[in-house]
């Protein structure tokens, strides 16, 4: 699909944090004490006093140039189109018309998510793409000694990356206070979120972090024997 002046219209794209995620539900019964989180501080805002210079790069977030206001309508139609191809893409006699639906194509077959139920909630978890993955990479500190700590480090951040709701809640509006219009893109408006989830998670028992790994293979496991299945049909 090519991508014409009225395609760009700003207009004609409307961007909510809604836009960025769903979630499904299930039960089990709560081990844990309901009072227990009580005197657990928001660990996203413990930095809550920032610098003349921080509360500055904060505000030129919120000033974007048309330029970024263009690339962000161009990155908006090709996540429209991909949502389109994933729509189709259990339709077997559905064919891309050019190489580019093609990658789109691959792209929505890619797209997998499931809700499990662990600790007394539910929790969606959602196969990783590639992006993803090498963002998790780059999130990996460099000084840590062993390639088994960067091993860890890297399981690790592939939980936080793939959990999108909590009990039916998206993690996007989980952080009411993290706001899409102070970020020029989405990917950085998203890896905030994230971001605030990590230091949550950080902060769990290590078997907590173990068991959501162990559901989250088994859901890239299931979407990868999908995509073999298409690779050799």
């Given at each position: 699909?090519?991508?014409?002046?009225?395609?760009?219209?700003?207009d004609?794209?409307?961007?909510?944090?809604?836009?960025?995620?769903?979630?499904?539900?299930?039960?089990?019964p709560n081990?844990?004490?309901?009072?227990?989180s009580?005197?657990?501080?928001?660990?996203?805002?413990?930095?809550i006093?920032?610098?003349?210079?921080a509360?500055?790069?904060?505000?030129?977030?919120?000033?974007?140039?048309?330029?970024?206001?263009?690339?962000?309508?161009?990155?908006?139609?090709?996540?429209?189109?991909?949502?389109?191809?994933?729509?189709?893409?259990?339709?077997q006699?559905?064919?891309?018309?050019?190489?580019?639906?093609?990658?789109?194509?691959?792209?929505?077959?890619?797209?997998?998510?499931?809700?499990?139920?662990?600790?007394?909630?539910?929790w969606?978890?959602?196969?990783?793409?590639?992006?993803?993955?090498?963002?998790?990479?780059?999130m990996?500190?460099?000084?840590?000694s062993?390639?088994?700590?960067?091993?860890?480090?890297?399981?690790?951040?592939?939980?936080?990356?793939?959990?999108?709701?909590?009990?039916?809640?998206?993690?996007?509006?989980?952080?009411?206070?993290?706001?899409?219009?102070?970020?020029?893109k989405?990917?950085?408006?998203?890896?905030?979120v994230?971001?605030?989830?990590?230091?949550?998670?950080?902060?769990?028992p290590?078997?907590v972090?173990?068991?959501?790994?162990?559901?989250?293979?088994?859901?890239?496991?299931?979407?990868?024997?999908?995509?073999?299945?298409?690779?050799?049909?």
């Open positions: 699909m090519e991508l014409s002046k009225q395609n760009l219209n700003p004609n794209v409307g961007l909510s944090p809604n836009d960025f995620i769903t979630g499904n539900q299930g039960q089990q081990p844990f004490q309901k009072t227990a009580t005197n657990i501080p928001d660990l996203h805002k413990v930095d006093n920032s610098t003349p210079q509360r500055q790069e904060l505000l030129k977030k919120t000033e974007m140039s048309t330029a970024s206001l263009k690339q962000e309508i161009i990155d908006e139609k090709i996540t429209q189109d991909i949502n389109a191809a994933r729509a189709t893409s259990l339709d006699t559905s064919f891309p018309d050019s190489p580019r639906d093609i990658l789109k194509q691959l792209i929505a077959h890619g797209e997998y998510q499931e809700t499990v139920n662990l600790f007394g909630h539910k969606t978890l959602r196969a990783l793409d590639q992006r993803d993955l090498l963002l998790a990479a780059e990996v500190k460099d000084d840590l062993s390639s088994t700590a960067r091993m860890s480090s890297l399981i690790f951040l592939q939980v936080v990356f793939s959990l999108e709701a909590i009990d039916g809640v998206s993690i996007y509006d989980c952080f009411k206070d993290i706001k899409p219009i102070d970020y020029k989405r990917e950085e408006y998203s890896l905030a994230k971001s605030a989830l990590k230091k949550y998670l950080e902060h769990v290590p078997q972090i173990n068991a959501f790994y162990e559901e989250y293979k088994r859901i890239e496991d299931t979407r990868n024997k999908a995509l073999d299945n298409l690779k050799n049909s």
